[in-house]
């Protein structure tokens, strides 16, 4: 599986921020999974490297939790590279025939 950084926006300087998810949500992510939950810490302007499957799972729990420079990646990717990612996301590949900075932004939505 491919990895993302992402960034909390809660944490502050020497006060790094804690987020977790739960032992069912990651069953959804790992069918094998036996531990309670899966602690996350966040140090302050620090970037976190997770699995794409585990970041989406913590940006849909907490809103603060980001990727980080996101648009920045999807503007410098090729457009068929664009277009793979967004069927892989779950947008049908009828609706990726837009232009490039429209399929960003359905992208950045998901």
């Known amino acids: ?3 993302v950084t992402i960034i909390d926006e809660d944490s502050i300087p020497h006060a790094p921020s804690s987020k977790f998810l739960s ?3 990651m069953k959804n992510i790992n069918p094998d999974w036996i531990w309670n939950r899966n602690s996350f810490i966040f140090k302050y302007g620090k970037p976190m ?4 499957n585990v970041a989406q799972a913590l940006i849909k729990k907490y809103d603060t939790v980001k990727f980080e420079n996101q ?3 999807l503007i410098n990717m090729k457009y068929q ?3 793979k990612l967004a069927v892989k ?5 009828s609706d990726t ?4 900075e429209e399929l960003v932004n359905m992208i950045n939505k998901i």
């Open 1 to 3: 599986m491919s990895e």
């Open 23 to 25: 032992k069912e949500e």
């Open 49 to 52: 490297i997770v699995e794409h």
């Open 71 to 73: 648009p920045d990646d």
């Open 81 to 83: 590279a664009l277009k």
């Open 89 to 93: 996301n779950g947008i049908p590949w």
């Open 97 to 100: 025939f837009v232009s490039k």
